[in-house]
């Protein structure tokens, strides 16, 4: 949501540049450190010290390796957050943070814990999600093979990018990683409605050869004594342990979430989603060489992903279960200026069922085009495959032509080929895009059902061949006063595609360098506006359920003085005041959010 670089201390008209004078700040050894926490000198503060003593230099080390993330071809900044930026957004829940970008349609019954999926062009199987490489696949049996996206834990990220493909969104994680010997701690403290309480803690540190240790935890709860809201919790913990020199690193990676939700029951019916206890463990082993931005690199991944349901109750048949899969990824490239190559080969293992996945990429990037290729195969009697294709020509600065399509082949004789593209124009005005274009699918194709919410839906098949137009505004509009924007019209409503949809935010990010030379001080404010059209939600009986209309006013305050960022979230419905994303469960009219982030080099 927000740039990764904001030019309000820049006074572009006049040329003059205000640069940061800061007087950095010390950490507990008496070293210099930046507002960013990177060390700038190594000299001793206390002068009264004596030449004797020896004080440990904080020192940078070798980074561990981190996934590859391809070529994303767009017009104007792509959705693309780093750490910070991460947590600037507001976002708890990687549902919550696809519902900034246009075409993703996110669907939950409640709060935090809550069962969320998100669409893409109205097909909820179509959002994909890559862990440091490690692709992560539904394991509940509750949600049809569908993934809940409250299982991610993008707490532990330190990098989210989203491609916009012709037909699937692919969401590329990272995993934080710490650099220095000096340790780095932090400690997030949030309250809010529903009796909500979150904490989180992290702690890292590299080592004189080269060894890292990395440990983070978070914990939410939230209750209510209404049963159509539900209650839940969820503690989830990260460890990594790793070596890197030179170009050379070994890490084990862990991320393991433990959820509790109670039942929550659907108005006016009887039917409701039933209470879990589960526990989801995704780890990996990882070897690698060279880094995926620039010369040659390799990485080999053993991981493993299980999930265990201990839900007792009646009438709970899927009650003390586990499911597991082995993923075995082997994947190298090289990256050299414009140009970018990838091979990955990923074999998931489980349950008697063996797949391998091929994936080559090919990009090319200069000033004035852009072209990212994308091929995907699955060997075996199928052979099922998708061909992507993606451009953008700048002939000019302020104008630009992007455009994407995608192949989809099922290998089966009475499965027709699926044809799905996107194009788009793009005019820059200063510092803002502004931009839009068409969304258009050549065959019909079935959708499965969010069968987690009610059991009796079921697949949809979609005739209409959707066709839509879109537009987005992205960029700042003055000064320090940002905006970023999309709407999306379809044709007509299909299951799980409200018609139309649409968000704004306009924001005010500043580091007022002018009061505050120092860089310690920070200010983000924004106040946005989503609307969505009704969803239809198809049942096995013929009938459907249809959501209702959503009209909802966000609003999002940070002050970060220092090292600590205090904020403030709050998103409240306004028409109707309890709406339902999902038909039956209605949303409370308000849901805020407050804290503190606080992070210390010590």
Do not use: C
């Not at 209470?275 to 060279?290: E, I, V």
Request: glycine share 10%; charged share 25%; net charge positive.
């Amino acid at each position: 949501m927000w740039p990764a670089a904001v030019y309000a201390q820049v006074p572009r008209d006049t040329g003059a540049v205000k640069r940061d004078t800061s007087a950095f700040n010390r950490d507990s050894a008496g070293f210099a450190i930046d507002t960013t926490g990177r060390v700038v000198s190594a000299a001793r503060v206390d002068t009264a010290v004596t030449d004797s003593a020896r004080v440990a230099r904080d020192t940078l080390k070798a980074p561990l390796a981190r996934a590859e993330i391809p070529l994303i071809v767009g017009i104007g900044e792509q959705y693309r957050w780093n750490r910070e930026e991460l947590f600037a957004t507001g976002a708890l829940t990687l549902g919550e943070l696809l519902d900034r970008v246009p075409g993703a349609v996110g669907f939950r019954s409640g709060w935090l814990g809550a069962p969320a999926h998100t669409a893409y062009i109205g097909d909820l199987s179509r959002v994909r999600v890559f862990y440091d490489g490690v692709e992560i696949v539904p394991l509940d049996t509750r949600t049809g093979g569908l993934l809940d996206l409250t299982e991610v834990q993008i707490w532990t990220l330190e990098e989210l990018a989203v491609e916009r493909g012709a037909d699937e969104l692919r969401i590329y994680a990272r995993s934080w990683r710490v650099q220095r010997t000096t340790s780095n701690t932090r400690t997030d403290v949030a309250t809010g409605d529903e009796d909500t309480n979150l904490y989180r803690g992290f702690f890292g540190r590299r080592f004189r050869r080269g060894e890292a240790i990395q440990l983070g935890a978070q914990q939410y709860g939230y209750g209510t004594r209404d049963i159509t809201l539900g209650s839940g919790d969820q503690l989830a913990i990260f460890g990594r342990l790793g070596w890197a020199k030179g170009l050379w690193s070994v890490d084990a990676n862990l991320v393991r979430g433990r959820r509790s939700r109670d039942p929550q029951r659907r108005l006016f019916s009887d039917t409701e989603i039933p209470r879990l206890n589960s526990n989801r463990t995704d780890a990996y082993l990882r070897a690698a060489y060279g880094d995926p931005e620039r010369g040659i690199w390799l990485q080999a991944i053993a991981a493993s992903l299980a999930f265990e349901e201990k839900t007792r109750g009646l009438g709970l048949d899927s009650a003390d279960t586990t499911r597991s899969r082995a993923q075995y990824v082997g994947a190298a490239g090289f990256t050299r200026g414009a140009f970018r190559a990838s091979l990955t080969n990923r074999t998931l293992v489980g349950e008697q069922t063996n797949r391998t996945v091929l994936e080559g990429r090919l990009g090319l990037q200069s000033r004035y085009a852009a072209l990212s290729l994308r091929a995907e195969r699955t060997p075996g009697d199928t052979g099922a495959s998708v061909q992507e294709g993606s451009f953008r020509v700048s002939p000019l600065r302020w104008f630009a032509l992007s455009g994407t399509v995608a192949r989809r082949v099922s290998g089966r004789q009475d499965v027709p080929d699926v044809i799905t593209g996107r194009a788009e124009a793009g005019l820059r005005v200063g510092r803002l895009w502004i931009s839009g274009g068409g969304i258009a699918r050549d065959t019909s194709t079935i959708l499965p059902a969010p069968i987690v919410y009610d059991s009796a839906y079921g697949p949809a098949f979609d005739i209409d061949r959707p066709t839509g137009i879109f537009g987005t505004a992205r960029g700042r509009l003055f000064k320090a006063v940002h905006i970023d924007a999309f709407l999306v019209n379809w044709s007509k409503p299909g299951a799980y595609r409200p018609q139309l949809h649409s968000r704004s935010d306009i924001y005010v990010k500043t580091n007022w360098l002018g009061k505050f030379p120092s860089g310690n001080f920070g200010f983000l404010g924004s106040v946005g506006y989503e609307s969505r059209s009704r969803a239809i939600f198809p049942r096995t009986d013929g009938g459907v359920d249809v959501s209702s209309l959503y009209r909802a006013v966000n609003a999002q305050l940070e002050i970060r003085i220092v090292n600590a960022t205090v904020f403030f979230r709050q998103t409240t419905q306004i028409q109707p005041v309890r709406p339902d994303l999902v038909p039956g469960f209605l949303l409370r009219r308000q849901n805020g959010i407050y804290g503190v982030r606080w992070q210390f080099w010590n």
